[in-house]
């Protein structure tokens, strides 16, 4: 089964010189490489009105036209998995994804997925690449992600997310008492020894994490932060590098830690929090239709409110014993 899409856009001065393959690849970033390396090859994208090799280079100016059959997602099955639709129109729908919910199927996890559950909603969303998936959070994060519901949205979404003109916010809570909020400007790449990590690295890709306190226990910290790149397991990451690692990472956290003279309830509330303590709090975006501006917050899930909760009693226990 298939779809046919059409679609153009005109090469600008940033884009003279570039092959045309790599050219594509920023003006329709929605499609992979592969897939649009394969439309110039059978002749479904042209160059005004021609058919190019990937290889050849762009003067500027010309209009890139692609014509050509977008293979629906058959291969994934539709289930009515319940979804937490915070707002839904013909364009985008605004999830709070809850935690353990995988996004995309993947080795261990074929079905189940946020994405099995966006074809028995939508069951037209199958034409768009990735399911209108156009960014994700771990399995065990909780909280607000935009699905595109059409090609002509995903394209625009992930030219906001490129242009780093869509707002993510999220609230965690780390090990250790933080001085001051800051900014976690290191570049980051696959983990040299195993390739399930991700890591700070010399050669990787740029990675800013901006983050500010909320309020501080006697040896954690609440804190708000907010992302200008969006690179895998960016957050957890980087706390994890300047030694704040999230409550319950099982990946970056280190050993298990407990700080001294904690309650039996403190102790069971951090041996018990198996998930990273990350939410994804605040949405801001473009509508790409309309193109008005909108946001959307969404509460704490219960885990992290109830953990909050212990923490601020042992700091209440603690100030009243001094």
Request: hydrophobic share 40%; glycine share 8%; aromatic share 4%.
């Given at each position: ?84 639709i915070?707002?839904e ?25 946020l ?10 969303i ?20 935009v ?168 700091a ?7």
């Amino acid at each position: 089964m298939s779809d046919q899409i059409q679609l153009e856009a005109q090469v600008d001065e940033s884009l003279v010189g570039k092959r045309l393959d790599q050219a594509v690849a920023q003006l329709f970033p929605d499609f992979s490489r592969s897939r649009l390396q394969g439309w110039i090859k059978d002749g479904s994208l042209k160059v005004d009105g021609e058919a190019k090799r990937p290889r050849d280079k762009l003067l500027g100016g010309e209009r890139i036209e692609i014509d050509a059959e977008l293979e629906v997602i058959e291969d994934h099955k539709p289930q009515g998995i319940p979804l937490d639709i915070v707002y839904e129109d013909e364009h985008i729908l605004i999830i709070n994804k809850p935690a353990g919910l995988v996004v995309h199927p993947a080795v261990g996890h074929r079905d189940g997925t946020l994405l099995n559950a966006l074809l028995f909603h939508c069951p037209d969303i199958a034409q768009v690449p990735r399911a209108g998936i156009v960014h994700r959070l771990d399995m065990d994060t909780t909280g607000l992600m935009v699905v595109a519901k059409t090609i002509a949205a995903q394209t625009e979404l992930v030219d906001q997310l490129q242009e780093r003109s869509m707002g993510r916010e999220y609230e965690a809570i780390v090990h250790g008492v933080m001085t001051g909020g800051g900014i976690v400007d290191e570049p980051m790449g696959r983990h040299s020894k195993n390739r399930q990590k991700m890591a700070v690295v010399g050669v990787g890709k740029e990675a800013v994490t901006h983050y500010r306190i909320l309020k501080k226990f006697r040896a954690h910290t609440h804190i708000r932060l907010k992302l200008e790149t969006g690179r895998t397991h960016q957050i957890r990451v980087h706390m994890a590098h300047i030694n704040y690692p999230l409550i319950g990472d099982q990946m970056y956290g280190g050993r298990f830690r407990l700080p001294k003279g904690c309650s039996d309830e403190m102790i069971e509330a951090l041996r018990d929090f198996k998930r990273q303590a990350l939410h994804a709090k605040k949405l801001e975006l473009w509508h790409p239709h309309t193109g008005e501006q909108m946001s959307w917050e969404v509460d704490l899930p219960d885990d992290i409110q109830h953990l909050l909760g212990v923490l601020e009693q042992d700091a209440a226990q603690q100030e009243s014993e001094v």
